[in-house]
């Protein structure tokens, strides 16, 4: 068992508890040592402008806004009474730290003040945690569904609602259900707040997706034209929502791994780390150092392949069609070691609780090598032939420009954080799994539009095959996964030989770990940006609530900003380079 | 040879080149952009897979005729047939040998102008009626690329017809016997060229379908043999845009050795061999950029060349 951290001396809860003394209810103790205040839902929005704007070194990014059905949940020592919480999850660059503020509310449908005027990103966020949880946010602005269609009964995420086929009944569709579904997907611009009116030209509304080539994925976009010029633009996601954290509250700890891998789909066993990174803070799991070195030698060999698809169809959607080809063959030869050491090529579910799954095959160092050796090369000529492209650079170049505080602002992460310039890399401010034993920069660029957001991501392919490079030669020996009883799957040496560990192996098989209670927050440079774990244990073999925080879902929210006043064509530049993967937006 | 005899050879020649160059140029781009792209590109059916042309054929003549509901079916099935015949109808005045030409008309080149100008109604017609926004975007992109794009075009020639003087085809690749127009009317050259991609809305120039953005662009609705039509009208096009690159500019049927034919044809492969490449190596560039590239940077260039060529002229006398 490993100590809750008591967050008691951390300034932030200090200026809290001077400045707001009758708002804040207590404190909590969680394994991921971010310091966690709960207030009082009335002053929430003071609160968080105050931490927004006021305090030294402010909390500035709205990093995570989620919610927890606490009515099902036995293990809430100190913690206020609630039905509902709310979380609040902030960041703040200048002090390298998070808090977490958290909100109890009571009643069957209870409501909250909305902090969109705070955080323009909290809008999405806001709408999720209403759709998912039925919590109303008084003065949003636009509260309507964003994951599940508008006619869905109920919301998902509260413990009451079922989670197997099994518990609903057949599935039906008789002749007026379906007219009634396709009625509802009827295109109402006020709606979608667009309106034609009050505008000098004739406009036109353009349906972009969710079928169409550019917008890579089920993704739907509203458009307001005039002529080709961008007006106003709507995003509609969830077309790809398959209830991912629904999902993790009916699988074991251990079996939810390989729908990990699915959450950002081109990232494989980057997915599984932030996951199993957050049993093992959970179980208090310290991990051998040959199986950290593993860890990161296939993540950042899948940040290579999901850098390689990104630079492949961005040129292609600005209309180079060859050099795709170039980058997905570079991406089947990482899968011919991804598939040599894991068995899969895009989603192994590799890693485990304590470890991973089996150690490195033999002549897994010639693979590697041959895949390394050519790869700067081949990178350079992509950069000749494209990024030094004129016309590329004309396509790009002050294109979807975001400022450092307009990225900070939308809760921005990843490579699109670090192109305004401002040099935050989880791996190297943070480290984790022992990154802070590599040896590799953070690239960064200055101007936040599409030309350098491609530039960083570039560096980062180098960057990353440095990193490799160093795992290969210096991989150490020893164990690949921790000697620990909550390490899966157990031990079986001494299963046949004493009938004690015969029960714990049949046991921790047949339903996997048993997790002490407590809540855990795990964040990792994940390929597009900050992906994270949020894990609440009640103390069972299941999670009592998953949040998977993704990096996409912010970064698609601020397409209109982005996209402003451009045309359609810029549009489609602007959504191939921001790299995002649909799956990571709806989960 | 009765003449008569002669001439119905000589078209039905002329026609069957060029349907065929068009058939075969669909297998051509598929093989040597899957060299160039490092894959393997359509193999299978039968040897080097240059059935697949066949296959191909066969595929999309059987395909069911569809046409949407909600499109203006008359001006739907005539916009394809549009395009094609004002391709094809350019093949006439196209001097392949000496003697060797359907119809040997004084105004050649200012026919094949007029009927380029022609196919832009196939694409913005067929846009239009498919009643679809996006075939509408595409359609309209075609319209004002294919416009200004002639303007360019039109002008860089004239420096060609001072210099032969005459609007002839035949006169004018016969003027090149000594000096190829390639060296002389260089600036010419390459607006041409540029123009021609253009034209023939073939990537880097092919905003009107430009399928990231716009799906397929203005032959979004299409499918089955109209949409084929499109396709040969697209290669035909190519294939005409590169004859005629040729003709005005590398000197035509001329060469040592060989035999007149064979130089036509294979300097007309190399540039058919070169528009596949360029579609391999370049990104799009946007619609308003490609405009004011052709306004701001080819017309005062076309317009130079006009002038120093008129000026070089008259200095000769």
């Known amino acids: 068992m490993t100590r809750q951290t008591e967050p008691m001396s951390e300034p932030v809860i200090e200026n809290l508890r001077q400045r707001f003394a009758d708002a804040v209810l207590a404190t909590q103790a969680t394994r991921d040592a971010v310091p966690t205040v709960w207030c009082r839902p009335g002053r929430i929005r003071e609160l968080l402008r105050f931490l927004k704007t006021e305090v030294a070194q402010p909390f500035s990014m709205l990093y995570d806004l989620t919610a927890i059905d606490e009515r099902w949940r036995t293990h809430r020592d100190g913690q206020p009474a609630a039905e509902f919480t709310v979380v609040y999850h902030l960041r703040s660059y200048e002090r390298n730290a998070d808090v977490r503020i958290k909100v109890p509310l009571s009643g069957e449908y209870p409501s909250m003040p909305s902090i969109t005027g705070v ?40 413990k009451e609602h079922p989670a197997r086929a099994t518990e609903m009944g057949p599935f039906q569709l008789p002749e007026e259900k379906q007219i009634r579904e396709e009625e509802a997907l009827r295109f109402d611009p006020a709606a979608w707040g667009l309106s034609a009116e009050g505008h000098d030209t004739d406009l036109m509304f353009l349906n972009l997706g969710p079928q169409h080539p550019g917008t890579h994925g089920v993704f739907r976009i509203a458009l307001l034209l005039d002529g080709e010029e961008i007006v106003q633009c709507v995003p509609e996601i969830g077309f790809h929502h398959r209830g991912a954290e629904k999902m993790a509250e009916r699988q074991t700890w251990h079996t939810y791994i390989p729908y990990t891998d699915r959450i950002d789909y081109l990232g494989g066993v980057m997915n599984n780390l932030p996951y199993v990174l957050a049993v093992e803070k959970l179980a208090g799991i310290q991990v051998p150092d040959r199986a950290k ?97 004129s016309i590329l650079k004309a396509r790009t170049k002050g294109i979807g420009r975001m400022s450092l505080s307009q990225a900070i602002d939308w809760g921005v992460t990843g490579p699109n954080l670090r192109a305004c310039g401002l040099a935050w890399d989880w791996r190297k401010k943070r480290p984790y799994s022992g990154y802070e034993q590599f040896d590799f920069e953070i690239p960064t660029a200055q101007c936040g539009d599409c030309y350098d957001r491609s530039l960083v991501r570039i560096e980062e392919i180098r960057q990353s095959l440095r990193i490799v490079a160093q795992c290969l030669k210096n991989m150490p020996a020893g164990p690949y996964k921790a000697d620990h009883p909550l390490a899966t799957p157990p031990r079986k040496e001494r299963t046949l030989k004493d009938i004690e560990t015969l029960i714990n192996h049949f046991l921790g098989v047949t339903w996997g770990p048993v997790l002490p209670p407590g809540e855990a927050s795990v964040g990792i440079e994940a390929t597009k940006g900050n992906t994270s774990y949020y894990l609440i244990s009640d103390g069972g073999i299941h999670s009592y609530r998953t949040r998977i925080r993704t990096p996409s879902f912010a970064h698609l929210q601020q397409l209109p900003e982005l996209c402003r006043g451009l045309m359609v064509p810029d549009l489609l530049a602007i959504i191939g380079n921001l790299d995002y993967v649909m799956a990571d937006v709806d989960r | 040879m009765n003449p008569i005899v002669k001439q119905l050879l000589i078209i039905v020649v002329v026609f069957a080149g060029a349907m065929s160059a068009s058939a075969g140029l669909i297998w051509l781009e598929r093989r040597l952009l899957s060299l160039w792209q490092d894959r393997y590109g359509p193999n299978r059916v039968g040897p080097f897979g240059l059935m697949q042309v066949v296959a191909d054929m066969i595929k999309i003549f059987f395909k069911e005729d569809w046409i949407p509901p909600f499109a203006d079916r008359v001006v739907f099935v005539v916009a394809p047939a549009l395009l094609v015949v004002s391709v094809l109808m350019s093949f006439a005045v196209l001097p392949v040998a000496p003697g060797i030409v359907v119809s040997d008309l004084n105004v050649g080149l200012l026919f094949f102008l007029g009927m380029s100008s022609l196919g832009v109604y196939g694409i913005a017609l067929g846009g239009w009626a498919s009643n679809n926004k996006y075939a509408l975007l595409g359609a309209i992109r075609a319209t004002a690329q294919m416009l200004s794009y002639e303007v360019f075009m039109g002008l860089a020639l004239m420096g060609v017809v001072m210099l032969s003087g005459s609007f002839n085809l035949g006169r004018i690749v016969a003027a090149q ?141």
């Open chain 1, 119 to 158: 955080w323009p990103s909290a809008n999405w966020y806001e709408r999720e945690v209403w759709d998912l949880f039925g919590i109303t946010f008084e003065g949003h602005p636009h509260l309507r569904r964003i994951l599940l269609p508008h006619t869905w009964q109920g919301h998902p995420l509260r």
């Open chain 1, 293 to 389: 070195v593993i860890r990161i030698m296939l993540v950042e060999l899948f940040r290579i392949a999901s850098h390689l698809v990104w630079y492949g169809t961005f040129v292609q959607d600005v209309g180079a069609m060859s050099p795709v080809f170039y980058m997905f063959n570079d991406r089947e030869r990482i899968f011919d070691i991804i598939t040599a050491i894991t068995g899969g090529r895009m989603h192994p579910s590799w890693f485990r609780i304590g470890g991973v799954a089996q150690d490195l095959p033999q002549g897994w160092e010639q693979l590697v090598a041959d895949f390394l050796r050519p790869m700067p090369d081949r990178l350079r000529s992509y950069d000749k032939a494209m990024m030094e492209n």
């Open chain 2, 177 to 317: 016997e000594k000096m190829w127009f390639c060296v002389t009317q260089f600036p010419a050259m390459v607006v041409f060229l540029i123009a021609g991609f253009a034209e023939t809305h073939r990537m880097p120039f092919d905003l009107p379908e430009a399928e990231s953005e716009l799906i397929a662009g203005f032959h979004t609705e299409y499918s089955g043999i109209k949409f084929g039509l499109f396709f040969v009208g697209e290669y035909l096009g190519v294939t005409l845009i590169s004859a005629m690159i040729v003709t005005l500019f590398f000197g035509g049927w001329h060469g040592p050795l060989l035999p007149p034919v064979v130089w036509f044809l294979g300097k007309t492969f190399v540039f058919i061999c070169g528009f596949i490449l360029l579609r391999a190596s370049l990104p799009r560039p946007r619609y308003d950029q490609l405009m004011a590239f052709g306004w701001k940077v080819l017309l005062p260039v076309a317009l130079l060349n006009l002038l120093v060529t008129g000026a070089v002229v008259l200095a000769r006398g």
